[in-house]
């Protein structure tokens, strides 16, 4: 008989869903719900939403080890002043960072940080530092299109959302509840 090979401690991965596409916060939200369905203590921070109600924060109140906090008041390009978005950006690395440290959550979903990484509102290498300081087991998933090069470059998977046709774009159907929101 062969030695048995030892079994490793889980490694905490980063993923990163990016690009042009649409699902990169419902891939997350999958796996928050798989981690939630193992027992896993999820935190979901949500950067850039805030100033509408999204499915997915009354959805996870049936889920007792996740927890979902809006970070922001609406998207940025839709603002003339990025101030305001740079100042929550912080506040809420500020939490991002505590969570990462605390070893309190199995996964941790950054959903939207990509987007506040591509336009200048956080430090890249100041995020991903904190991110390996994290405990070796818990995994982080960040979401948004335009994740910067560094990111890409440090993550463990990384899946690129690709827009081959979308409602909006072909037919003008708008956003709609359950679906994008």
């Known amino acids: 008989m062969g030695a048995e090979i030892p ?21 997350a939200l999958g796996l928050a ?27 996870v109140r049936h889920l007792p080890t996740v927890t979902i906090e809006p970070l922001g008041t609406g998207f940025t390009w839709e603002k003339d002043d990025l101030e305001e978005d740079r100042r929550l950006a912080r506040q809420g690395w500020v939490k991002a960072r505590e969570a990462l440290t605390t070893g309190k959550y199995d996964l941790i979903v950054l959903d939207e940080l990509n987007y506040v990484l591509s336009y200048g509102l956080l430090d890249v290498e100041g995020v991903l530092a904190d991110i390996r300081r994290r405990p070796a087991e818990c995994h982080v998933v960040t979401t948004g299109r335009g994740a910067p090069a560094e990111l890409l470059r440090e ?6 959302m690709l827009a081959v046709k979308h409602h909006y774009r072909e037919q003008g159907i708008r956003a709609q509840k359950g679906i994008e929101f």
């Open 7 to 27: 079994r490793k401690t889980p490694k905490g991965l980063l993923i990163v869903f990016t690009g042009e596409g649409k699902g990169k916060t419902t891939a």
């Open 33 to 59: 719900l798989r981690a939630a369905g193992h027992g896993m203590r999820v935190l979901i921070l949500q950067f850039i939403k805030g100033s509408r109600h999204y499915g997915e924060l009354d959805a």
């Open 155 to 160: 993550a463990d998977c990384v899946t690129e």
